[in-house]
């Protein structure tokens, strides 16, 4: 009798945990059916390789950085090097004249396979991994003990059953299976306003850069600012936070042949009130040292609040010396990392559920491309900052207002006239009452729980959050994986790391 697994969500933790699981499956000839469960087309690549984040935007890393664990690289670049003149046809068709320019600049690197330091579009990477999963379905289609069926489908509901479980589906059809990989990427974004407002036509208010797709969104804002182009109407674009996706909507209006009008402009809301930095500065790091982390080195037991404090005074120091995230991130991760070996399992616990996204937030990065486009516009005179946490967006007669806290002095403040508003805030926690119907559903089952970084699921040494529940993906943030805690699970070098050892844990338990 074969054992039935299903995967509920196909991005890349569960590709790269099929990769080497359908290896370990065909060698050992156990009979299994596979089942690869998800909502949208975007099968084993997910929203940030696939087509909802579409072939115009970057990395926001490196790609040393992006896949840090080199053979996994090699893979990838030697795949680049075989299927590059196809690549950069697709890259260059689809892009504006930041793409072209991406090209030309980046042209001779590429054609010497010097792939490490560039920030490469992103569906490079995703088309790469669709083509390994298809590798790997061939192979199942040649072996006589294995299945793999694709179901698009929105998964709302699970029962366990005496030996395995029954997931319901948005359409009210079931499917039975043993096990459960529940792989479901990032939470939704928060909800700051109330989409179902007439809005007018002069106007634009987008609540996910990525759905249905980044082009449709970006092209609808494109519309606006020609039709406001047009009559000569200043437009002020209000983009709510500074993150990757924040960066990739400024990167890509700023393409648009709507936006050149110098009557356009951007405003970004963030907590710091600053954008990632991308520039190492030499001369000032030869004056920085992690003096308060360098000085816990002498203690053999730690506490997590002992480590975070120390990072904190250090980065403030870094801060004194106008010192950004990007000359500071190496020797502060370094000189965190070696401390942990310290902490007992519960600190680890403790430093993955409160400290390491908060020591994130203060270590944002972004490549040149990026922040050259953010540079221009200051140039230009036409890219401001506000310091503040959201508070409220209201819809008026000819223009959104904005409400939010200031950092500095703690009382709401105003401002008026933005006539394009993009929602780049971030996800909303497991603890929000806008999470997914499933994970209420799956809570109420008490087939998982919330761990306290509140923004994963606790899991158990085999990965499991119940008996044959696996948990893949960002959903690991805030636990230890073999001893070692994970705090951030949306980077692709971890995702890697913790979806090969969930593909042991799965293989051994079959």
Same mark, same amino acid.
């Given at each position: 009798?074969?054992?039935?697994?299903?995967?509920?969500?196909?991005?890349?933790?569960?590709?790269?945990?099929?990769?080497?699981?359908?290896?370990?499956?065909?060698?050992?000839?156990?009979?299994?059916?596979?089942?690869?469960?998800?909502?949208?087309?975007?099968?084993? %690549?997910?929203?940030?390789?696939?087509?909802?984040?579409?072939?115009?935007?970057?990395?926001?890393?490196?790609?040393?950085?992006?896949?840090?664990?080199?053979?996994?690289?090699?893979?990838?670049?030697?795949?680049?090097?075989?299927?590059?003149?196809?690549?950069?046809? !697709?890259?260059?068709?689809?892009?504006?004249?930041?793409?072209?320019?991406?090209?030309?600049?980046?042209?001779?690197?590429?054609?010497?396979?010097?792939?490490?330091?560039?920030?490469?579009?992103?569906?490079?990477?995703?088309?790469?991994?669709?083509?390994?999963?298809?590798?790997?379905?061939?192979?199942?289609?040649?072996?006589?003990?294995?299945?793999?069926?694709?179901?698009?489908?929105?998964?709302?509901?699970?029962? #366990?059953?005496?030996?395995?479980?029954?997931?319901?589906?948005?359409?009210?059809?079931?499917?039975?299976?043993?096990?459960?990989?529940?792989?479901?990427?990032?939470?939704?974004?928060?909800?700051?306003?109330?989409?179902?407002?007439?809005?007018?036509?002069?106007?634009?208010?987008? !609540?996910?850069?990525?759905?249905?797709?980044?082009?449709?969104?970006?092209?609808?804002?494109?519309?606006?600012?020609?039709?406001?182009?047009?009559?000569?109407?200043?437009?002020?674009?209000?983009? &709510?936070?500074?993150?990757?996706?924040?960066?990739?909507?400024?990167?890509?209006?700023?393409? %648009?042949?709507?936006?050149?009008?110098?009557?356009?402009?951007?405003?970004?809301?963030?907590?710091?009130?600053?954008?990632?930095?991308?520039?190492?500065?030499?001369?000032?790091?030869?004056?920085?040292?992690?003096?308060?982390?360098? !000085?816990?080195?002498?203690?053999?037991?730690?506490?997590? !609040?002992?480590?975070?404090?120390?990072?904190?005074?250090?980065?403030?120091?870094?801060?004194? &010396?106008?010192?950004?995230?990007?000359?500071?991130?190496?020797?502060?991760?370094?000189?965190?990392?070696?401390?942990?070996? #310290?902490?007992?399992?519960?600190?680890?616990?403790?430093?993955?559920?409160?400290?390491?996204?908060?020591?994130?937030? #203060?270590? #944002?990065?972004?490549?040149?491309?990026?922040?050259?486009?953010?540079?221009?516009?200051?140039?230009?005179?036409?890219?401001?900052?506000?310091?503040?946490?959201?508070?409220?967006?209201?819809?008026?007669?000819?223009?959104?207002?904005?409400?939010?806290?200031?950092?500095?002095?703690?009382?709401?403040?105003?401002?008026?006239?933005?006539?394009?508003?993009?929602?780049?805030?971030?996800?909303?926690?497991?603890?929000?009452?806008?999470?997914?119907?499933?994970?209420?559903?799956?809570?109420?089952?008490?087939?998982?729980?919330?761990?306290?970084?509140?923004?994963?699921?606790?899991?158990?040494?085999?990965?499991?959050?119940?008996?044959?529940?696996?948990?893949?993906?960002?959903?690991?943030?805030?636990?230890?994986?073999?001893?070692?805690?994970?705090?951030?699970?949306?980077?692709?070098?971890?995702?890697?790391?913790?979806?090969?050892?969930?593909?042991?844990?799965?293989?051994?338990?079959?």
């Amino acid at each position: 009798m074969s054992e039935k697994i299903s995967f509920i969500g196909a991005g890349i933790a569960s590709s790269y945990t099929l990769i080497p699981l359908i290896d370990k499956l065909i060698t050992a000839k156990k009979k299994v059916n596979l089942y690869i469960i998800d909502k949208t087309e975007n099968f084993y %690549q997910g929203v940030p390789y696939g087509k909802q984040s579409g072939e115009a935007v970057l990395l926001i890393n490196d790609l040393k950085s992006f896949i840090p664990i080199e053979a996994y690289r090699k893979n990838f670049t030697d795949w680049l090097d075989v299927n590059l003149n196809d690549l950069i046809d !697709d890259f260059s068709s689809t892009g504006c004249e930041l793409s072209k320019s991406w090209i030309i600049n980046n042209s001779d690197d590429m054609r010497a396979g010097n792939w490490d330091n560039l920030y490469i579009p992103r569906f490079f990477f995703g088309k790469y991994i669709k083509d390994q999963i298809d590798k790997q379905i061939l192979k199942v289609k040649e072996s006589d003990h294995i299945t793999i069926k694709e179901i698009k489908n929105e998964a709302i509901d699970i029962q #366990r059953l005496k030996n395995g479980f029954d997931i319901q589906f948005i359409d009210k059809s079931t499917l039975r299976c043993n096990k459960i990989v529940l792989s479901t990427g990032s939470l939704p974004n928060k909800k700051i306003f109330k989409s179902n407002l007439k809005i007018p036509h002069t106007l634009k208010y987008v !609540d996910n850069l990525y759905q249905p797709t980044i082009d449709n969104n970006i092209n609808e804002v494109a519309k606006v600012l020609a039709l406001r182009n047009k009559n000569k109407l200043k437009t002020s674009i209000l983009v &709510l936070g500074a993150n990757a996706s924040g960066l990739e909507a400024i990167y890509r209006i700023f393409d %648009q042949t709507s936006f050149k009008s110098e009557l356009n402009t951007f405003t970004c809301l963030s907590t710091h009130g600053t954008m990632p930095d991308g520039k190492i500065n030499h001369e000032k790091l030869s004056r920085f040292n992690t003096i308060n982390l360098d !000085d816990l080195l002498k203690y053999n037991t730690l506490t997590a !609040d002992q480590i975070a404090e120390a990072v904190n005074k250090d980065l403030d120091f870094a801060e004194s &010396l106008n010192l950004g995230a990007a000359s500071t991130v190496s020797r502060i991760s370094k000189g965190f990392g070696k401390l942990l070996t #310290r902490l007992n399992k519960d600190e680890l616990i403790k430093f993955a559920c409160y400290h390491g996204n908060q020591i994130g937030r #203060r270590q #944002r990065c972004a490549g040149t491309h990026y922040l050259s486009v953010i540079d221009e516009l200051i140039k230009e005179q036409r890219f401001f900052q506000i310091k503040g946490r959201f508070n409220n967006l209201e819809l008026c007669d000819n223009s959104f207002k904005l409400e939010f806290l200031s950092s500095e002095q703690n009382l709401i403040n105003t401002q008026l006239n933005f006539h394009i508003v993009i929602n780049c805030l971030g996800s909303v926690n497991l603890e929000s009452p806008h999470i997914p119907e499933l994970y209420k559903n799956i809570f109420k089952k008490k087939l998982a729980s919330i761990n306290a970084s509140k923004i994963g699921l606790k899991v158990d040494g085999d990965m499991q959050s119940s008996k044959n529940f696996y948990i893949a993906g960002p959903m690991l943030a805030g636990n230890l994986i073999e001893d070692r805690a994970l705090w951030h699970l949306e980077h692709c070098g971890r995702i890697i790391w913790s979806s090969k050892i969930l593909s042991e844990k799965i293989y051994n338990d079959v």
